[in-house]
């Protein structure tokens, strides 16, 4: 009798109940739909602002639909890592060859060919440990010894590129056996596919990574006679990397890179578009390209609200003005004093307020400036010179403006000349002095052998169609080799969407034999999308114009 009360039973007390489920479900159904009532609208707003958006991309992009189209600025003459200067040239290599390492948007550093690197104890080397299963095109792959021609290239005297004299603070580059890199050997016996170490002329505990991001070159296909690296030059237009993408096309309107067989990529074709300024934004407009870096003024941002199919991602990353000080200038001038001419180059760029001391008596220091710009970029260094005579004048030093063409301003930078302070845009960067250090750093004092210093940063726009999804714009780049606003080294990330949304998957070329590694498997986490792919052949509604290689 234990548990009934008043005589009823187990099976009574569940029949008056019963009606309790059926309450509560009902109950609940009337909930979800509360629920449901003010969650999906709002869902469905989002689905159709985002089906809105992309009903706002130009048809035309759509129907390339695995292939990227970049707008790019030219030329396209020198699709070597190491003469690279161009936007467009250094956007290919980017592409076509890998560096050691590269950065991450951050500015932290991310694997290249080498999947680590370790500085040794005070600074007097820097090893890099190669990864196996980079290749080039023939199925040979990358070697420390493709790694040491290359940094041999650059550091020889008869290297004539942009890059000349920049290696100073290298001292040898040699292949290291593995025992005496202290790396341990896997199951076969081999360790990796080699290590490089760097020795410098003078202890580096913190060393400039810029200086490890180039493009490795094969040095079976590039190779050239002792003393004779400037015949490199002969293959300019034959670029040959262990990359994911191959040059296919190139014509006087840009170039066409395709992905190599073996790999695994979400695009199948990269086409770089030849633009300029004046048309980036048209092109972006009718669909005939995909994305661009586009000059961000006043005009530009009032033309963003027109052109909702795309996003804009702001930043200053480039390069666009130096100033640089005559470190050859006469006894009379008190840029002959290497401690003056620093003083003078910070008070100008602004870092200091004060050099020590005010000359009297003694003729005035002339800022050489360039015109025949573009009519933003002419107003734009024209109010820097002005800003830099007023805070050299308060500093008790007299100056005066004068501006020069772009040929003198380049021949005085490159082959010395008379001349107090120079004002360099960086669209001649591939004219910096010989042998000059230049502070590329925006804050701080300056090293005290400083013969220039980077005073403005270009203010840019990177501009997507909203067709692209998950594509990572590096805003950091590098210094020498790669430009800000990059993104060769993140394309694994990309996705292309249909009109509809839907994603289209990932293109696998592994049936297609070729002895290479496969691309980067995208991280998921990393991308808004689902996985995507690309079709084996690109569209055929593009034909290049003029003599290919």
């Known amino acids: 009798m234990a548990g009934h009360r008043k005589g009823r039973s187990p099976s009574r007390i569940r029949r008056r109940f019963r009606w309790v489920p059926a309450v509560l479900a009902v109950l609940l159904a009337g909930s979800l739909a509360a629920a449901a009532g003010l969650l999906l609208p709002r869902k469905a707003e989002g689905v159709r602002e985002a089906e809105a958006l992309l009903d706002r991309v130009p048809v035309a992009a759509f129907r390339r639909e695995r292939v990227l189209a970049a707008g790019v600025r030219g030329p396209l003459a020198s699709l070597n890592p190491l003469y690279a200067s161009s ?30 690197w370790e500085v040794s104890p005070g600074g007097t080397s820097l090893s890099f440990f190669l990864e196996e299963g980079h290749t080039f095109p023939d199925g040979r792959p990358v070697e420390a010894a493709d790694v040491v021609f290359t940094y041999q290239t650059l550091m020889d005297a008869s290297y004539d590129g942009p890059h000349k004299g920049r290696f100073g603070a290298l001292a040898a580059v040699e292949e290291v056996v593995a025992d005496e890199a202290g790396e341990e050997a896997n199951g076969s016996g081999a360790v990796g596919a080699g290590v ?27 190779r050239y006679d002792p003393g004779q690296a400037y015949r490199i030059r002969e293959r300019l237009l034959e670029p040959v990397g262990s990359g994911d993408f191959r040059l296919d096309a190139l014509s006087e309107n840009g170039a066409e890179l395709v992905l190599r067989n073996g790999r695994i990529h979400p695009v199948e074709r990269v086409r770089l578009v030849l633009s300029d300024d004046a048309h980036l934004v048209r092109d972006l407009m009718s669909g005939d390209i995909d994305m661009a870096r586009i000059p961000l003024d006043d005009r530009t941002e009032a033309r963003i609200p027109a052109m909702p199919g795309f996003r804009f991602t702001p930043y200053e990353g480039n390069p666009d003005i130096y100033l640089f000080a005559n ?15 620093n003083g003078i180059l910070a008070v100008a760029a602004g870092r200091s307020a004060t050099v020590g001391r005010t000359w009297v008596g003694v003729a005035p220091l ?49 082959y010395g000349g008379v001349y107090d302070l120079l004002l360099l845009p960086a669209a001649l960067d591939n004219r910096l002095p010989p042998d000059a250090v230049v502070e590329t750093s925006r804050s701080g004092p300056l090293p005290a052998d400083t013969d220039g210093v980077l005073v403005a940063l270009r203010r840019q726009a990177f501009v997507t169609s909203r067709r ?26 990309l996705r292309f969407l249909s009109p509809d949304g839907s994603v289209l998957p990932l ?8 002895a290479s590694r496969a691309a980067p498997t995208p991280d998921p986490e990393a991308s808004p999308t689902p996985d995507g792919e690309a079709v084996p052949d690109g569209p055929d509604d593009w034909e290049p114009r003029g003599d290919d290689p």
Not at 197 to 214: I, K, Q, W
Not at 471 to 493: C, E, K, Q, Y
Request: include cysteine; glycine fraction near 8%.
């Open 87 to 116: 936007e467009a040239e250094l956007d290919l290599c980017g592409l076509v060859f890998e560096p050691l390492v590269t950065l991450d948007p951050e500015g932290g550093l991310l694997p290249g060919l080498a999947r680590k």
């Open 507 to 514: 293109s696998d070329l592994r049936d297609r034999p070729e």
């Open 468 to 493: 692209l999804s998950g594509l990572l714009v590096n805003p950091m780049g590098h210094p020498l080799s790669r430009i800000a606003g990059s993104w060769t080294d993140r394309l694994s990330f």
């Open 196 to 222: 490089v170490r760097f020795t410098f002329a003078v202890p580096e505990p913190e060393p400039d990574f810029s200086l490890f991001s180039f493009g490795i070159l094969d040095r079976a296909f590039y």
């Open 366 to 414: 002339e800022i050489l400036y360039p015109r025949e710009m573009e009519e933003d970029q002419a107003f734009r260094i024209g109010a820097l010179a002005r800003d830099m005579k007023d805070r050299l004048v308060a500093a008790g030093i007299p100056c005066i403006l004068a501006d020069e063409g772009f040929p003198l301003l380049a021949n005085l930078a490159w």
């Open 327 to 341: 470190r050859d200038a006469p006894e009379s001038s008190p840029l002959s004093d290497p401690a003056l001419r």
